[in-house]
């Protein structure tokens, strides 16, 4: 089983920035496609970006542009950075394993992080 343990988050301003990093345990982060994901107060966990092993991203329209996730595969990281951020980005952030397959895309079954907490001031 892969462990999560998000970091980077905290409080800032709108069109501020925030570089969050996800430290994962295993020996199969490399060919994992990693993802993060973000869960506002009675709100469901949206997917906000993915990277696949080759490195390909993914994003939903709601942060293309302003988020780019990255990864370390030598230090098992995988990265988002989050520019211009708004007063809606903020959510409890968390990161993953993503498998894809014709039904569609979801999250590792393992445990999640406790997550890193991102709140956006107007």
């Known amino acids: 089983q892969v462990q999560l343990v998000e970091s980077g988050g905290g409080l800032v301003q709108a069109g501020g920035s925030l570089r969050l990093s996800c430290a994962a345990s295993g020996s199969d982060f490399s060919i994992n496609t990693m993802a993060w994901f973000r869960q506002a107060p009675g709100k469901q966990r949206d997917l906000v970006a993915s990277?696949?092993?080759?490195?390909?991203?993914n994003y939903p329209d709601s942060v293309k542009g302003r988020f780019t996730i990255s990864r370390d595969n030598a230090k098992n990281t995988v990265y988002l950075q989050m520019n211009s951020l708004k007063p809606e980005d903020t959510a409890v952030y968390y990161c993953?394993?993503?498998?894809?397959?014709?039904?569609?895309?979801?999250?590792?079954?393992?445990?999640w992080g406790q997550g890193t907490q991102v709140t956006i001031s107007s």
């Open positions: 993953n394993t993503l498998h894809c397959s014709g039904y569609g895309c979801f999250p590792g079954l393992g445990p």
């Open positions: 990277i696949t092993s080759g490195g390909s991203t």
